[in-house]
């Protein structure tokens, strides 16, 4: 009930493309869904979030896209750069309580030029 | 920068040793979460503490604890080392219960040698 699970473990896109990583939870009482974006050597850097209430949450050329009855979330990266090639976490919490977050297993984003 | 520092970026240590990990959160926050990064298990939760109390535990060792002091700086002991215990230890800290925004620090890699 605890686990996100996150898809693909890996992802090439071109340049200029749409990159798409998706993630799903069981636990219906988590009710805040962030995205982390991870360089190598580097901590994982809060990259944009979502509350249940909204389907979709829009920052830049990063979209959360949220289905609450299907309890799933997906992050789109639109005109993705070389710059944007990272690991990207999908991530959940629930408000009550600890807040700690459950993170999915990671994606391996490469961008190529 | 995240605002969350933690020493020391790297730890070499010989198996059966203790180590101590310290964590400073960003300015105002109460709660500091410790997380493990190895490349085949991804973020685990090891333990929160939120204004000096432990808030929740998750898969965290007996031969691992953790602190919060007065000042809200967090220290992460880590004793009888083993091989598998080398992993890169993430400090996070947000600032209430409620946020959900929880920012990362850069991370100490530690190796068992």
């Known amino acids: 009930q605890q686990q996100v699970k996150q898809s693909p473990q890996s992802l090439i896109v071109q340049k200029g493309g749409i990159s798409i990583i998706n993630c799903a939870y069981e636990?219906?009482?988590?009710?805040?869904f962030p995205w982390y974006q991870q360089f190598p050597g580097k901590g994982p850097a809060l990259l944009i979030a979502?509350?249940?209430?909204?389907s979709e949450k829009k920052e830049g050329r990063f979209t959360i896209s949220f289905n609450k009855s299907a309890k799933q979330f997906s992050l789109h990266i639109m005109d993705s750069q070389p710059g944007d090639s990272a690991t990207y976490f999908c991530a959940a919490s629930a408000m009550e309580g600890a807040q700690k977050l459950v993170f999915g297993q990671g994606t391996r984003l490469t961008i190529n030029p | 920068d995240s605002g969350v520092t933690q020493t020391p970026k790297h730890l070499i240590t010989a198996t059966g040793q203790r180590v101590t990990l310290r964590c400073s959160p960003r300015?105002?926050?109460?709660?500091v979460y410790w997380y493990q990064q190895s490349l085949d298990q991804g973020l685990q939760f090891l333990i929160q503490?939120?204004?000096?109390?432990?808030?929740a535990k998750g898969n965290i060792l007996e031969r691992f604890s953790a602190q919060q002091f007065p000042d809200l700086h967090s220290e992460l002991n880590l004793s009888s080392l083993e091989l598998g215990d080398s992993a890169l230890y993430f400090c996070?800290?947000?600032?209430?219960?409620?946020?959900?925004?929880?920012?990362f620090g850069q991370g100490t890699r530690l190796t068992v040698v």
């Open positions: 636990n219906t009482a988590f009710d805040y």
């Open positions: 996070a800290s947000s600032n209430h219960p409620g946020q959900g925004e929880a920012f």
């Open positions: 979502i509350r249940p209430d909204v």
């Open positions: 300015s105002g926050d109460l709660s």
């Open positions: 503490y939120y204004n000096g109390e432990e808030r």
